[in-house]
């Protein structure tokens, strides 16, 4: 008989779980059955880290076959009572059940402490630098932890900062915080070279001891870990011994803070300013979240003033003026902050986007996507989707807390916030990231998959030069770099954990997760391009669990998906077989209606075409598919990150419009009169609508993945300038969607389209509203009217409220609010040349 202690470690701060009960695949008297489960209550008990955990025990019998017991945790949560709490699935691409597994060896030790069997639904808590609390104490010690399964030893290492000018280098670190606290450019060090230089001369090195699955630990009862405060933005890195005896410094990939805001990548020791070392290789930093700054811009570093998380966010809300919950009631403003501060040199800062709040409140968009804003590599000349450290925020941009600033300013104005994470690849220059954690052996390689052995690819081996032999194992997924071990539960709960740490210490509305088709669908071996089905199942799993993990916190989360499958189970719940997304990114829909990319040659490039400026006909009716199809699940735009010049053959809208021709006079007229167009069809469909930071106000510089300086757009110059009549187009329309039911809605019917014409009109309806919209990408107004004829048009009275050629808008002022008579099944409005008019009837 054993004592067991099982635990759920809920590892958030708030108490959003409770009433747990254990279940497992034991009888009354303790023995394995393959029958009923039995289950008891769970007590409430707050774990070490502080936060909220429930615990049971109870005596077990060994099984004599060795088979090991099944357990899980029935909870009530926000989504309801009697929430299965365990969203992890066993590494076997066939299973399918959500279980802990704990086996007891027949010969067990001496009674003692009972046998722990513990599930953490996030390790960000417990891994990297966290809070411990001792029992009966209220002050918590510091404990470091890392997942390094091959490593021989592990040690932590402090990092030494000093002051600029100080020859002797006497270490920050150790000092009183208000003599440590000085402007940030005046910091120097923050980096640890391999031979140990910068490591500071008096702090650790600390000790760390192996436990159950490859974590290590510092000693809990070690003194000089006794005070967390002690340590409170203190740089570290950990010393890890490999399997191979060499040893390497290496980030703490759950640091919630990585040093350096610049690019350099010391080859040596480093003498530097702090700022200028590129965060992917500085060393990681201590940081306590449980505490935000008081000021958002204080001259030094570490910061002085500290708020409870709780005061920071006690008036996030106007109650006016509410944040949407539903992804069908969202008009999506994409945006990268790097790309903002117009006029300056460097990239964009969180304070310009918090400037930019105006702006995009006015147009009427109430959420912002940001491109990712996790601590990435590359430098600043780049979009972000080369993460290292996924729970820090990128220092370049602002860092975390400014990030919190932002959200709760959002917040304020009734906007969500919408994150975009990269989990198909992770950064590309990784050596004190993922890459080779803590072995050289690329079959051990621990967060990228390896198929067989190095040996198993003579062939490749042969034809590629000595860096890359023994490469042909890793796997491709038409991204730019080697996919993550998907099968390593580790490895999944990295990235169900950091997106958790959004939705709960930064107040994250929704995420955007980048090319989910390349986790579950396009993995092939390097060697060859040999498809790995393992893979894709695997990497499914991984998004299920992801999605579980935060519905199980945040029923109501907004979640999106960058997928090309066109899989159904996509936007399926997760238990009912499918990835638990709420809508998928719609490029179908972008294909058919701009089309300016290289490739899809099947797809309508209705913008492409009609910018030759001639009369050829546009396949209307290609489109019409995909614009019935809106309504299910997607998200639709015409114009992204992907597509404003990056993607082979793409431009900015406003430029494919015109063909590339020079934008002044009337040149610029017919373009502006083109995007609205394709702007409105797409706000008016029944998916939820996206556009590109610019857009709105006809940005026709590039958006270029590594020249995002070059060709910063002045948004607040061309909003008073030249792009004015987009702006309120856009705004007027924007305001027409939001404020109907129907138009947020997800009914569509396409009712006519003609291709010689150039015209497409569809009808909206819903909650006793009926919409009508009638556009045209035709270079000739019908001024006697177009008619549509229709089983579904309702005769009597119909009113326009938005025509796109409204003088207003910079249009030609063609057509005004009139009221058109319509009979059933006909209706004959006047419609200017590119154009999109909305009628609505009543």
Not at 279 to 291: F, K, N
Not at 509 to 530: C, E, K, M, P, W
Not at 789 to 805: E, F, T, Y
């Amino acid at each position: 008989m054993a004592l067991v202690r099982f635990v759920y470690r809920t590892g958030i701060a708030q108490a959003l779980l409770d009433n747990a009960r254990l279940l497992g695949s034991w009888d009354a008297d303790g023995r394995w059955t393959d029958g009923a489960w039995s289950e008891r209550p769970m007590a409430p008990i707050i774990a070490d880290d502080g936060r909220p955990a429930f615990a049971a025990e109870l005596d077990l019998v060994p099984d004599p076959a060795g088979r090991p017991f099944r357990w899980g945790v029935r909870l009530d949560g926000p989504g309801g009572a009697d929430q299965w709490g365990i969203v992890t699935q066993p590494d076997d691409p066939a299973a399918t059940e959500q279980v802990c597994l704990l086996t007891l060896p027949a010969d067990l030790p001496d009674p003692g402490e009972p046998i722990e069997a513990v599930y953490h639904l996030t390790h960000a808590g417990w891994l990297g630098a966290n809070k411990r609390f001792s029992p009966g104490s209220d002050v918590p010690s510091i404990r470091f932890a890392v997942w390094a399964p091959n490593a021989r030893a592990v040690e932590v290492v402090i990092g030494r900062t000093w002051r600029d000018g100080d020859a002797e280098r006497r270490p920050l670190e150790g000092l009183p915080p208000a003599q440590r606290s000085i402007p940030p450019a005046e910091i120097r060090g923050g980096y640890v070279h391999d031979d140990g230089d910068g490591a500071h001369p008096d702090l650790g090195p600390f000790a760390m001891s192996r436990g159950a699955g490859g974590v290590w630990e510092t000693d809990p009862a070690d003194p000089a870990l006794a005070s967390f405060a002690a340590f409170d933005h203190l740089p570290y890195l950990f010393r890890i011994t490999k399997d191979d005896g060499q040893v390497a410094y290496r980030t703490d990939l759950y640091a919630r803070c990585q040093i350096g805001a610049g690019a350099t990548k010391p080859d040596g020791p480093w003498r530097g300013r702090l700022l200028d070392l590129d965060g992917v290789r500085g060393c990681s930093a201590v940081i306590d979240p449980d505490r935000v700054t008081a000021l958002f811009e204080e001259p030094v570093y570490p910061e002085r003033e500290w708020l409870d998380a709780a005061d920071f966010w006690a008036d996030e809300f106007d109650p006016a003026r509410p944040v949407p919950r539903r992804i069908e009631d969202l008009v999506i403003y994409e945006l990268h902050l790097g790309a903002l501060g117009f006029g300056r040199p460097g990239p964009g800062t969180i304070a310009d986007a918090i400037a930019l709040l105006d702006h995009i409140e006015g147009v009427g968009a109430n959420a912002v996507e940001l491109l990712p804003m996790a601590e990435f590599g590359g430098g600043h000349e780049n979009w972000g989707y080369a993460t290292s450290h996924y729970f820090a925020i990128e220092y370049g941009g602002g860092g975390r807390d400014k990030l919190k600033f932002f959200i709760r300013a959002c917040h304020r104005r009734g906007i969500a916030v919408i994150m975009d994470v990269v989990y198909n690849h992770y950064v590309h220059d990784g050596e004190r990231a993922q890459w080779l954690y803590d072995t050289n052996d690329h079959a051990r390689n621990p967060y990228y998959w390896y198929e067989g052995a190095p040996g198993d690819y003579p062939a490749f081996d042969a034809a590629v030069a000595p860096a890359r032999q023994g490469t042909g194992g890793y796997l491709d997924n038409l991204s730019t770099g080697w996919a993550p071990r998907y099968g390593e539960p580790m490895v999944r709960k990295l990235f169900a954990s950091m997106a958790l740490s959004l939705l709960e210490e930064f107040h994250i509305d929704g995420f955007r997760v980048d090319q989910t088709t390349s986790i579950h669908a396009y993995n092939v071996l390097h060697a060859d391009g040999r498809p790995v089905p393992a893979a894709n199942q695997l990497g499914a799993k991984l998004l299920r669990e992801w999605t579980r993990t935060l519905r199980l916190v945040r029923p109501d989360v907004m979640l999106m998906a960058e997928d090309h499958s066109d899989w159904d189970a996509v936007t399926l719940p997760a238990d009912q077989g499918g990835l638990g997304f709420d809508a998928a990114w719609y490029a179908d829909f972008y294909h058919h209606l701009v089309g300016d990319g290289d490739g899809h040659e099947d797809a309508a490039k209705l913008l492409k075409q009609a910018g030759f400026g001639d009369d050829r006909p546009l396949p209307m009716d290609r489109f019409a598919g995909a614009l019935a199809a809106s309504g299910s699940g997607k998200v639709v735009y015409c114009e992204s990150h992907d597509e404003a010049g990056n993607g082979a053959g793409t431009a900015r809208n406003i430029v494919v419009a015109i063909n590339g021709a020079p934008l002044t006079g009337e040149t610029r007229r017919w373009a502006e009169a083109r995007c609205r167009c394709v702007f409105g069809i797409t706000l008016f469909s029944a998916g939820t609508p996206m556009f590109l930071f610019g857009e709105e106000v006809g940005a026709d510089a590039p958006f270029l993945y590594d020249r995002v300086l070059d060709f910063k757009p002045d948004l607040h110059g061309l909003r008073e300038g030249a792009g004015a009549g987009m702006y309120a187009f856009y705004r007027d329309a924007i305001a027409l969607r939001r404020r109907s039911p129907a138009l947020c809605g997800r009914d569509i019917e396409v009712l006519h389209v003609h291709n010689a014409n150039r015209v497409i009109a569809f009808r909206r309806w819903g909650d006793g509203e009926d919409w009508l919209v009638i556009a045209t990408l035709g270079n000739r107004p019908f001024l006697a009217g177009y008619e549509i004829r229709h089983p579904a048009i309702q005769g009597g009275q119909w009113q326009v409220l938005l025509n796109s050629d409204a003088l207003a808008y910079g249009g030609g002022g063609v057509g005004d609010g009139r009221r058109v008579v319509a009979e059933d099944g006909s209706i004959t409005a006047l419609l200017p040349a590119s154009s999109l008019v909305l009628l609505r009837r009543g």
